[in-house]
């Protein structure tokens, strides 16, 4: 069946860069947009942004804008995000989830636990 | 950006009890609102979709409705594997954002 796997929990200073994985199984990832939605410890869900696999199209959400990529690689079926200038409030578990377009969100990652501290 | 907002924050209910929660939307989405699940430590999972309509595998005490700017995800008979945070969404325009949530538990 469908899948979304993510990468391991990472650990990063401020200021750094961290890029999560997200590896699509049992579907064609250029058939679907691929979205990454962030949790803060004890908040609520908060949309980054979206790829659009077959073009490469993005949308990202302006909080976002400017410190993130989101990019595939269709060869492996495998989604990117990179956030970079890494802040304390950047802490949270990151899911890459499948949807972006006007479609609902219906497979997600396991997501993975980004944590920046000194 | 198109503000989601969800009464009650959170409530709690018994088993078998009939539980309604309200997402409502700042601007027009038209149908295009979906409803997700998310337990302790869980990436959330797909319930509802355009509105109202139930995501494979989804137990048919839930069900949902309206359009435009309000919306009610309703769970009949509540059961014990009912219990976390229900969020709603609109994927009708960028940035697709999510109501603030609404923790249901069992009483």
């Known amino acids: 069946q469908a899948q979304l796997v993510q990468s391991g929990a990472e650990v990063k200073k401020p200021g750094a860069s961290v890029k999560v994985s997200c590896k699509a199984s049992?579907?064609?990832?250029?058939?679907?947009?691929l979205s990454w939605v962030r949790q803060a410890p004890g908040q609520g869900l908060e949309w980054m942004g979206w790829?659009?696999?077959?073009?490469?199209?993005?949308n990202y959400a302006q909080k976002s804008q400017g410190r993130v990529t989101m990019t595939t690689d269709t060869s492996t079926s495998t989604a990117y995000m990179e956030l970079r200038s890494l802040g304390f409030d950047d802490t949270a578990v990151y899911y890459c989830?499948?949807?972006?377009?006007?479609?609902?969100?219906?497979?997600w990652g396991q997501g993975t636990m980004v944590t920046v501290s000194s | 950006d198109i503000q989601m907002t969800q009464s009650p924050s959170s409530l709690s209910a018994f088993v078998g009890d009939r539980v309604t929660i309200t997402c409502r939307a700042s601007?027009?989405?038209?149908?295009?609102l979906n409803w997700y699940l998310q337990t302790s430590g869980k990436a959330p999972r797909l319930l509802i979709y355009?509105?109202?309509t139930l995501h494979t595998g989804v137990p048919s005490r839930f069900s949902a409705s309206g359009s435009g700017t309000e919306f009610t995800l309703t769970i009949n008979s509540l059961r014990r594997e009912d219990v976390g945070t229900y969020y709603c969404?609109?994927?009708?325009?960028?940035?697709?954002?999510f109501g603030p949530g609404t923790k249901v538990e069992i009483k």
């Open positions: 355009v509105a109202s």
């Open positions: 049992g579907y064609s990832l250029t058939t679907y947009g």
């Open positions: 989830a499948r949807g972006g377009d006007i479609r609902a969100f219906d497979i």
């Open positions: 601007q027009g989405v038209r149908a295009y």
């Open positions: 790829i659009n696999p077959y073009d490469g199209n993005t």
């Open positions: 969404q609109q994927t009708y325009t960028n940035p697709r954002t």
